[in-house]
């Protein structure tokens, strides 16, 4: 029986006691299904090359473990009681910390660090879609998002045990210091760009959350030296990306020097950035919804505004539309975060699986599948709604992230 970490382990009343139920429920067989258990790496995906668009080349292996999925997955499997697979993954993405001087961004479910990406031109493709992909380019990116990530995760699993060991506590120091060194510089940012490096904004708010998390551990440790020293920093990143992030109208861009939006500024409310309440964050969540999305499915970016090194379209990120279910909770928009939610629901596979992407037109999947990625932001925007309408029955209910 899965506990779901909100009173006894039962689904609560309403909306969440009847679809939600078995959603939650097969999303968290996925996760443990793409779990591989000698070493407790959480698979992207189980497949490689299905395509974003039919025909198109935007086709990728995504049989690795991506670090950016650390605390989004901690805080699924915390949330529904898979304490156990939550600390196996912990101690994969600890043990890459430790070994490796610098995180890459994916690793092999072994913690392979060569993931050379090779095309196979002797396969046709699913649907005569080319490229079929051995390995994956990005493995060398530099994404520093990749770093909060990985420090959040230790916030998170720390949370839930109310202890640091000495082991993280050695590994986030030195990852702290890497995000504090490297956020100045430009990366290829969340969605791994091929085009050319840039400032994208939800890196600068990732490395926000390294220090950030680092200052709250720093202080649990009693380093209250050291935490100062690491609120600075976060305080000094924060001013730089309300400053250079943000567009004349107060809405959080892709990256700087820009006016684009990218659903990846999402990040802004639910990492922490910002209160729910402020005026960026409302008024970007409303941008995102109103402007990024096609039939209420929100894409990651325009692809034809934005340098990618690719060609062609694709669909919608599906995990980006529940982020904008979890926003919308947030900023006080429960109806229309439910409406969004039980839509994404009705277009769920036949076994109730996702791919990475949907076709907002024809709802078709798109892209690798199922995707780990998509079933983690199912699992927290549910939450985020079950939660809201607790809190709304009984004020002063739980929060999904504190």
């Known amino acids: 029986m899965i506990g779901y970490g909100v009173g006894n382990g039962s689904m609560p009343a309403r909306w969440s006691g009847d679809s939600s139920r078995e959603y939650l429920e097969r999303s968290a067989l996925t996760l443990k299904g793409l779990t591989y258990a000698p070493t407790g790496a959480l698979v992207a995906a189980a497949t490689t090359s299905l395509p974003e668009t039919i025909g198109g080349d935007r086709n990728w292996d995504y049989r690795y473990s991506w670090i950016r ?18 600390n196996d993954y912990f101690a994969f993405v600890v043990d890459m910390a430790e070994r490796d001087e610098e995180l890459q961004i994916m690793y092999g479910i072994d913690g392979e660090r060569d993931l ?9 493709g699913y649907a005569g879609s080319g490229h079929v992909r051995v390995g994956n380019g990005a493995f060398d990116h530099q994404q520093h998002d990749v770093l909060g990530a990985a420090i959040d995760a230790v916030y998170l699993h720390t949370k839930s045990r109310d202890h640091l060991d000495e082991r993280s506590w050695l590994i986030l120091r030195r990852h702290v210091e890497f995000a504090l060194e490297y956020w100045r510089e430009p990366d290829r940012g969340i969605w791994e760009v091929r085009g050319e490096p840039q400032h994208f904004t939800s890196s600068k708010v990732m490395c926000w959350v390294a220090a950030d998390r680092g200052a709250h551990l720093a202080t649990m440790r009693g380093d209250f030296e050291l935490a ?3 609120r600075v920093a976060a305080d000094e990143i924060h001013a730089d990306v309300c400053r250079n992030g943000v567009d004349d109208r107060g809405v959080f861009t892709q990256h700087y ?6 659903a990846s500024v999402l990040l802004v409310p639910l990492m922490g950035f910002l209160p729910p309440d402020d005026p960026l964050v409302i008024a970007t969540v409303r941008a995102i919804a109103d402007e990024l999305t096609v039939q209420g499915l929100v894409l990651r970016y325009v692809t034809k505004e934005t340098d990618d090194g690719l060609t062609g379209e694709e669909g919608s990120f599906t995990i980006c539309s529940f982020w904008l279910v979890s926003a919308l909770v947030q900023i006080g928009e429960l109806a229309e975060a439910r409406e969004l939610c039980e839509k994404l629901l009705s277009l769920a596979g036949p076994l109730g699986l996702y791919a990475e992407e949907l076709d907002p037109r024809s709802g078709h999947h798109l892209g690798n599948y199922p995707q780990a990625f998509t079933h983690l932001a199912l699992i927290n925007a549910a939450m985020q ?7 709304l029955e009984h004020p002063g209910g739980l929060r999904l992230r504190e």
């Open 228 to 230: 100062a020293a690491w």
């Open 69 to 86: 999925d650390a605390s989004f997955a901690l805080l699924a499997l915390y949330t529904l009681g898979f304490d156990g697979e939550a």
């Open 116 to 124: 050379t990406e090779q095309v196979l031109p002797h396969l046709e």
């Open 385 to 391: 709604i079950i939660r809201a309408e607790q809190s």
């Open 257 to 262: 020097g820009t006016d684009k939006l990218d």
